[in-house]
């Protein structure tokens, strides 16, 4: 058996040995892009570095980044997809290029994990009107050794890689693939249509920048973006034919088993895999002689494991989002909703998701000890919203079964929007759950009517959505401006009467009021909230001065400045601090705009304190 730690650690020090200098991996949440919700790749959170810009730790760089590709989650439930996984990456940033790279990444996978060349195979990019067939990475890979059969030429769809979003560094991919059937032999000739055939690298030959729809011009500068998917190269590299047999699925599965009562079934063949050189043969596993059985159970079970690790990590990300109906929240949502309608199916019938999600931090937390610190927050929220869907899951399956009942009945082929949109409102049903259950029907769900209702009651939601941008800031009018100090001094202030467990976990500002999420397991007191008001309309009438400076986040750090640091190394980053010297009240990390002085802020009062979400109080407050 290899381990993932092992794997994570082998792929450092490969690289690190070639001259790479190991990051940390980002946050799942991306903070300088708001196209896209979560980090999709190794390369997402480099890009300024990837288009010139340099970067403090280097022109090599390697680590395995959290991602999250919300794009595949239909197909969660098979052997090989998943939401979240792991991104082993390595980087040239304008250092060397194509041949040294698909040297090192061929030395990689043949010396580094003892793969068998002659089950390799390789594709590099055909050519098309915006760039040129890439003979150059063809003829490096020939210069290996490899056969030419084995060399597939792909057109853009299949073999280049861009980020997901408007545009950026990109460029030609060349990738790798394992004949991973024990079974037979090698074929001579490469299909990648066949998939026998897996992926297990890829080398994005950055040469081009996407400057808009169907708009490339030539880089300035030209890098490498490896990515190695780390729970496939684990799979094949213990011989598994399913993901979830690996060491940082199965523990999940074994959880699921003990709690369902049922078995993950798994054949003969990697049963024995599992038994290996150490005494890991999970007892419970039973061998399946008939392949088709309990595939059922199985893909319950996956889906479960699948979503709730993934909730786990969004959630106990330092950026952390907990269930909403908005943006990354709603995926949240998603996720453990439809892991627990799957729990049900398999019979869990008790509360489970944190059960889960205790195994999830056990297995990651060592790699991502960001899970420890936000233990409370990822189990509150899933308690939370356990509670809250259960209770309304049965209701709505039965209204689910006598709607169908009447569409079978009328011959109907689709849910119509109306009824999906009360599953919605009524029910706490996220439209995908909807369409899972209508599939398994046989029946579809008109997606376009159920928008139409959504669009009729959600006027709310919309106001919302115009208004929000990054840093939860509206406009830059002057009214707006003194909120956004005001929210800085809040925070402090929060900190001093309720502790230093107070971290930002969302804020929305308008002309009219701010409001502040935060974490704090209780309601507040009406002593504690006279209290923060005194100390704001305190430094207010002291009449402060507002300073900006800039500095690295490390800085910042050591400086005692709070808020979001990014996770990359030696960005540099605005600190905002309210009073100098002794009497500093709140040094930040912020974008800013901020008012220079504190005198003219008004008076400040808050108007409101809520539950936001478990373990997240809410505060509504106005400069009056
Ligand atoms: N960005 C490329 C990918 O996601 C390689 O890292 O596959």
Not at 156 to 171: I, L, Q, V, Y
Not at 221 to 233: A, F, M, S, V, Y
Not at 289 to 317: F, N, Y
Not at 437 to 456: M, R
Request: glycine content about 8%; charged content about 30%.
């Amino acid at each position: 058996m290899i381990t993932a730690k092992e794997l994570r650690q082998k792929y450092i020090d490969f690289f690190k040995a070639k001259g790479h200098t190991p990051i940390p991996s980002a946050s799942l949440m991306p903070e300088n892009d708001p196209s896209v919700l979560f980090t999709t790749a190794g390369m997402h959170p480099l890009v300024p570095f990837l288009l010139g810009e340099k970067h403090p730790a280097g022109a090599r760089l390697v680590n395995s980044q959290k991602c999250i590709r919300t794009g595949d989650i239909d197909e969660v439930g098979d052997k090989i997809h998943h939401t979240f996984f792991e991104m082993l990456g390595h980087w040239s940033l304008g250092d060397y290029f194509k041949e040294e790279a698909i040297k090192m990444s061929y030395e990689f996978l043949t010396n580094g994990l003892g793969l068998d060349k002659g089950r390799l195979a390789f594709t590099v990019f055909a050519g098309d009107d915006n760039a040129p067939v890439d003979e150059e990475a063809a003829s490096v890979w020939r210069s290996l050794g490899i056969k030419k059969e084995r060399i597939v030429y792909l057109p853009k769809a299949d073999n280049w890689w861009e980020p997901s979003g408007s545009g950026g560094p990109c460029g030609p991919c060349t990738e790798m693939f394992y004949w991973s059937d024990k079974e037979t032999s090698v074929p001579e000739s490469f299909e990648p249509s066949d998939k026998r055939w897996v992926e297990i690298g890829n080398d994005v030959l950055m040469q081009y920048e996407k400057k808009g729809e169907n708009n490339y011009i030539l880089a300035h500068q030209k890098n490498i973006d490896n990515g190695t998917g780390l729970e496939r190269n684990l799979a094949i590299l213990n011989g598994f034919d399913d993901n979830y047999l690996i060491d940082l699925f199965w523990p999940i599965i074994l959880k699921i088993e003990e709690l369902s009562g049922k078995k993950y079934l798994i054949p003969v063949l990697s049963l024995e895999k599992r038994g290996g050189d150490e005494d890991d043969t999970p007892l419970s596993a039973v061998a399946d002689t008939s392949p088709k059985l309990g595939e059922d159970v199985k893909r319950s079970m996956r889906i479960i494991a699948d979503h709730l690790r993934a909730a786990v990590m969004i959630m106990g990300d330092d950026l952390g989002i907990a269930p909403s109906n908005v943006d990354q929240g709603y995926v949240v949502r998603k996720l453990i909703r439809r892991a627990i309608r799957h729990g049900r199916m398999i019979d869990i019938q008790e509360n489970f998701t944190d059960k889960i999600a205790a195994v999830v931090i056990e297995i990651m937390g060592e790699a991502y000890p960001e899970l420890e610190r936000n233990r409370k927050f990822i189990m509150d929220n899933l308690v939370a919203e356990e509670e809250k869907f259960g209770k309304t899951l049965q209701e709505g399956l039965k209204v689910f079964h006598e709607s169908i009942k009447t569409l079978k009945h009328e011959s109907k082929n689709a849910v119509d929007g109306k009824s999906a949109f009360d599953l919605y409102q009524s029910y706490g049903f996220p439209l995908e759950l909807t369409k899972e259950l209508a599939k398994e029907n046989g029946l579809e769900v008109d997606e376009v009517g159920f928008e139409e209702e959504f669009k009729k009651h959600q006027e709310l939601s919309r106001t919302a959505a115009a208004g929000k941008f990054k840093g939860g800031l509206a406009d830059h009018s002057e009214k707006v401006t003194a909120y956004h100090t005001a929210t800085h001094l809040l925070n402090a202030a929060l900190r001093q009467v309720l502790g230093e467990h107070v971290f930002q976990k969302g804020s929305n500002i308008t002309e009219e009021r701010l409001r502040f999420d935060f974490s704090h397991p209780e309601k507040m007191t009406a002593e504690q909230i006279k209290q923060v008001e005194d100390l704001v309309n305190e430094i207010i009438q002291k009449n402060v001065a507002v300073e900006c400076a800039e500095m690295t986040a490390e800085e910042a750090k050591v400086r005692g400045a709070i808020g979001v640091f990014a996770d990359k190394y030696g960005e540099k980053v605005k600190v905002y601090s309210v009073g100098g010297g002794d009497i500093c009240f709140s040094k930040e990390i912020c974008g800013g705009p901020h008012v220079e002085r504190t005198g003219g802020m008004g008076h400040f009062r808050i108007i409101k304190e809520e539950a936001s979400s478990a373990g997240v109080r809410r505060i509504k407050a106005v400069l009056e």
